[in-house]
């Protein structure tokens, strides 16, 4: 059974850094693209970046240059180090394993102003 767990949400303020963590369990996750959703309230989730088994990355454009996404294989984590947050930003983050379908539980971050 496949298990993403998140975690490193919290409370910041604005202009503020968290840095978020998926562990991937009973997966071949270094074959997997790993991708990072948000959801704000009433909002639709959407797409905030992704990264390929071989490294390549992408980035919604409201992000690029603030969040960077990565990942280690030998660790089955992927992670997302944003920075300069914005109250916008505020949503429950998911992590996504990409090629199997598989969604974590969420974490919740909050950006003050």
């Known amino acids: 059974q496949v298990q993403l767990v998140e975690s490193g949400g919290g409370l910041v303020q604005a202009g503020g850094s968290l840095r978020l963590s998926c562990a991937a369990s009973?997966?071949?996750?270094?074959?997997?693209?790993m991708g990072w959703y948000r959801q704000a309230p009433e909002k639709q989730r959407e797409w905030v970046a992704q990264?390929?088994?071989?490294?390549?990355?992408n980035y919604r454009d409201s992000v690029k240059g603030r969040f960077t996404i990565s990942r280690d294989n030998a660790k089955s984590t992927v992670y997302l180090q944003m920075n300069s947050l914005k109250p916008e930003d505020t949503a429950v983050y998911y992590c996504?394993?990409?090629?199997?379908?598989?969604w974590g539980q969420g974490t919740q971050v909050t950006v003050s102003s």
């Open positions: 996504k394993d990409l090629t199997q379908g598989y």
């Open positions: 009973g997966s071949i996750f270094s074959s997997s693209t």
């Open positions: 990264i390929t088994r071989g490294g390549n990355v």
